[in-house]
Nanobody, 122 residues
């Protein structure tokens, strides 16, 4: 069984920071690719950041330089540090595990955690 416990979402002012956490049960972080996604009302879900098991990362253009994806293997936890938050970052955020052999913003993800809401006010 694979389960992701997601936390860290909150309501913050623009310019603030949040850190999202995704803790996996068992050895669920032992994947080739993990990612963070978000979906705002009326918009399509989009990938914001992915990380390969070797530490390689890739970020969506709008969060590049503001968000940082990392993992703590000892804690089986994936993190998304979000700095300089903007109102357009408001969305439900999800973590997910890749199911294919590639790791990119457009890779296939088939194991999903429950979302955590991030709300950024101007």
């Amino acid at each position: 069984e694979v389960n992701f416990a997601v936390s860290g979402g909150d309501s913050v002012q623009a310019g603030g920071s949040l850190r999202l956490s995704c803790t996996a049960s068992g050895n669920a972080l032992n994947y080739f690719c993990m990612g963070w996604f978000r979906q705002a009302p009326g918009k399509q879900r989009e990938a914001v950041a992915v990380i390969a098991r070797n530490g390689w990362t890739n970020y969506e253009d709008s969060v590049e330089g503001r968000f940082n994806l990392s993992q703590d293997n000892a804690k089986n936890t994936l993190y998304l540090q979000m700095n300089n938050l903007k109102p357009e970052d408001t969305a439900m955020y999800y973590c997910a595990a890749g199911v294919g052999g590639t790791c990119s913003l457009t890779a296939r993800f088939g194991v999903w955690g429950q979302g955590t809401q991030v709300t950024v006010s101007s």
